[in-house]
């Protein structure tokens, strides 16, 4: 009955506000970057543009290799790519760089994005960009601001497993533009109804929130803007705590093309929702400053977290268990030699640790560590592409890139009560340095896509000692990646699938963390009348290959169908979408994570989610 009367209020909510107005797909710019593709545009191989939708970056990213883990309600996510994942796929808007105030990356750099003022995301596996990390970067690049009044809303909604509302306006006018979000709902449940009470020794459940208000304008070559961000009450199940309150404040002022930026994150987080002996709670504040342009960047970083574990017979403090600094500069050039291009980039990355007394600590596993690290980082992509004839093209790329390890693996540093690991970095790391080829074939819209990676010195996790206590901290080894892309459309039928086999070369032993193979197929109806349907089937393949010494387990298959039905009634657009339709059980090979504060638990899907939402052109 309570889900009828969900029902019940979305139509009612929809249908009567006729006035409200949001981005569609159709209206923003779709096309591909990559050699294969007969355009008159510049193709770059590996590298991706595509539209954003209104609150599903999903449906955007789950593409070429791209995929994404859900970490709590549906704008927690973070993205892995062709066996790589976290800061090794930077995440930059407009140019600027955002890193994440939690070590678990609950606030992941995606969460800071509002799609209603974006354009497109740029998809770029190439180690040659400007801002890459070791294994490329996603952009999101907001829409021009225009001088004419553009009023755009947006309205959003699901009923059944999972419940939220997600709401937002745009206003613009005067080469000026204001945007306001305000989303909210209850943590989802799986497909046997059963809430995080039951899966997650959750003893209460708070609703969540997010809140979103930025200003951007404009003067002949001179932006400027400033955002602020607010969430609340955000449960990570896959985790032992979840975060309470995220405070994000950012600001940029640019001139022709060179932008100076900032953004500060303050974020808590504690474990206050579920039954558990001992409280934990932690505070995390980040500050990136940044100055960008067109072949240069620069861009420094200041990194603190402090932490406190009570239980009914002793308490222990990590106060900074996170305080670093990191300083980076890199340059670009490119180079077009017609149906060769050339990008390459050099830069140099400094890693400091601000506190003596915290070096003693990694001092306990390693005693050549240091305060102070400074790594030369590069990167470069050769491409070549040819058309054969109107309907084939074939395309090839090799690049090289090397970057600095993370600061959280260099010098991240918590000590845990009884005989629970505590977690250290490393500062005595090497320097990642990855090798890559890439080749293509493309026949009209399908293109097959296959690569081999061979990483030297990759960051992985690693377990330790010291007497009887035990530690989870990080070591380099060598590594190899090789895969599979496909992406196909013809008629109406649209086909995507990725696989990657990752390989830990020094333990002989899988990666952890790789995605199985996973097949989406899409049936699409021709337009009858303004209507408009798909039918989409998602196939992920069980995942046996994984990672013992860090304690993986094997993944089961399991298949998800999800429908849709849209109409177009004078340039509004009203959709209904099912997903999960058949109410499947099913968890990702990805929600199971090591992370030290990781709880262990297999992390279940939502169940059958019915959503809606209108949008305007």
Same mark, same amino acid.
């Given at each position: ?60 990213? /789950? ?30 808007? #407009? ?23 974006? #354009? ?91 809140? !979103? ?185 090799? !690049? ?48 097959? !896509? ?17 007497? /009887? ?33 990752? !390989? ?114």
């Amino acid at each position: 009955m309570k889900n009828l009367k969900g029902l019940i209020f979305l139509f009612v909510l929809l249908f009567l506000c006729p006035e409200i107005k949001s981005q569609d797909e159709d209206s923003v710019r779709v096309y591909w970057l990559n050699p294969v593709e007969i355009t008159s545009n510049r193709s770059i191989h590996g590298d991706e543009a595509l539209p954003i939708e209104k609150d599903r970056l999903s449906s955007v990213l /789950n593409k070429n290799g791209f995929t994404l883990i859900r970490k709590g309600v549906f704008f927690a996510q973070d993205i892995y790519s062709d066996g790589f994942k976290k800061s090794d796929i930077n995440v930059v808007i #407009d140019g600027e760089r955002y890193h994440s105030a939690c070590p678990n990356r609950m606030d992941s750099p995606l969460t800071r994005v509002n799609p209603i003022e974006l #354009d497109r995301v740029d998809l770029m596996k190439t180690s040659g960009s400007l801002q890459s990390g070791l294994a490329g970067v996603v952009a999101f690049n907001r829409s021009d601001i225009g001088s004419p009044l553009k009023v755009k809303t947006g309205l959003s909604g699901s009923a059944d497993a999972s419940q939220y509302f997600d709401g937002a306006i745009l206003v613009e006018a005067y080469d000026h533009r204001v945007t306001l979000r305000y989303a909210t709902g209850k943590p989802y449940d799986d497909a046997e109804g059963r809430s995080f009470k039951d899966n997650y020794n959750y003893k209460e459940i708070k609703n969540f929130t997010l809140g !979103e208000v930025s200003f951007n304008g404009k003067q002949g070559k001179l932006k400027y803007g400033a955002a602020f961000t607010y969430s609340d009450d955000i449960s990570f199940p896959y985790l032992l705590m979840d975060e309470r309150a995220t405070r994000i404040y950012s600001g940029h002022l640019s001139y022709s093309n060179n932008k100076l930026y900032f953004n500060y994150t303050d974020h808590n987080m504690d474990n206050s929702f579920r039954n558990s002996m001992m409280n934990m709670n932690a505070r995390t504040k980040n500050l990136t400053l940044g100055l960008v342009g067109e072949f240069y960047e620069l861009f420094f970083r200041d990194w603190q977290a402090d932490n406190r574990m009570v239980m009914p017979n002793m308490s222990m403090s990590n106060e900074g268990f996170v305080d670093v600094q990191l300083l980076s500069a890199a340059v670009q050039k490119k180079w077009d030699f017609g149906s060769i291009y050339v990008s390459s980039k050099v830069g140099v990355v400094g890693s400091f640790l601000n506190d003596d007394n915290r070096l003693d600590f990694h001092k306990n596993l390693y005693a050549d560590a240091k305060k102070n690290r400074i790594f030369p980082t590069f990167g470069v992509a050769a491409s070549y592409t040819k058309a054969l004839n109107n309907n084939w093209g074939t395309g090839v790329m090799l !690049e090289a890139a090397s970057e600095a390890p993370d600061i959280d693996a260099l010098y991240i540093n918590v000590n845990k009560p009884m005989q629970k690991p505590n977690w250290s970095g490393n500062p005595t790391l090497d320097q990642p340095i990855r090798a890559t080829l890439r080749g293509s074939l493309n026949y009209n819209k399908i293109r097959l !896509e296959v690569y081999g990676t061979n990483v030297w010195n990759y960051v992985n996790f690693s377990r330790a000692a010291v007497g /009887n206590k035990p530690y989870l901290t990080y070591k380099n080894v060598n590594a190899n990646m090789f895969g599979f892309n496909l992406n196909g459309s013809y008629k109406f039928t649209e086909v995507n699938a990725s696989y990657t086999f990752a !390989e830990n070369t020094t333990d002989d032993s899988p990666l952890s963390e790789i995605p199985p193979l996973q097949v989406t197929t899409t049936l699409k109806s021709p337009e009858f009348n303004g209507f408009t349907g798909f039918l989409k089937h998602t196939y992920s393949d069980a995942q046996t290959r994984v990672d013992l010494n860090v304690d993986e387990t094997s993944t089961p298959a399991w298949n998800k169908v999800d429908l849709g039905i849209s109409y177009l009634y004078n340039d509004m657009r009203f959709a209904l979408e099912i997903e999960n339709v058949t109410n499947e059980l099913y968890y990702q090979h990805l929600s199971y994570r090591r992370d030290p504060f990781a709880s262990g638990i297999r992390v279940f899907e939502p169940g059958r989610v019915i959503r809606f939402s209108v949008r305007y052109n």
